[in-house]
């Protein structure tokens, strides 16, 4: 009896979600999202659910991707919404990402720092370092300066000096 309890929770959970993440989408403007959500706030109703067995592990990653891309500078993106925006589980999304060598929150982080990277490097402004964090939803100025120098070898400032100084020459 417990057990038919906290799956029927976990179906309503999964259905309020689904509803949140279409709500999200069509407050955004993002209609592909909003679509694609409201498909699987519908289907949440139904016993079927996309699976791997429906699609080969690699698109579903690449679907992943798009999503992920379009929902990067969301607050809230985690892998449910994102499996919630495709109609899959969480489960069947991070097994499409087990061939590669990140997990799905890796992959958002890394693409976050990425842009971040962009936006110093066209800013061109240290001062603007706290200000790029946030932007890109870093927790706070120093998360972001450990971050960079561990993906790009120098902190911002560091950086942005041997830029000005490569420019120069």
Do not use: C
């Amino acid at each position: 009896m417990r057990s038919q309890q906290h799956r029927k929770d976990g179906d309503r959970n999964e259905q309020a979600h689904s509803r949140l993440a279409f709500q999200a989408a069509q407050e955004r403007g993002d209609e592909h999202i909003s679509v694609v959500a409201q498909r699987s706030a519908k289907s949440q109703d139904l016993p079927h659910v996309r699976t791997a067995g429906n699609q080969s592990l690699r698109d579903i990653a690449g679907e992943a991707r798009e999503v992920i891309e379009r929902s990067i500078e969301d607050p809230d993106i985690s892998p449910a919404l994102i499996a919630s925006t495709l109609g899959i589980s969480v489960r069947t999304l991070h097994r499409s990402f087990s061939t590669s060598n990140e997990s799905v929150m890796s992959l958002v982080r890394r693409r976050r720092m990425q842009k971040a990277h962009e936006d110093l490097v066209q800013s061109d402004d240290i001062a603007k370092v706290s200000e790029i964090a946030a932007r890109w939803l870093f927790s706070d100025a120093s998360h972001f300066i450990r971050n960079f120098k561990s993906i790009y070898g120098a902190t911002p400032a560091a950086y942005l000096k041997s830029l000005e100084n490569s420019r120069d020459s």
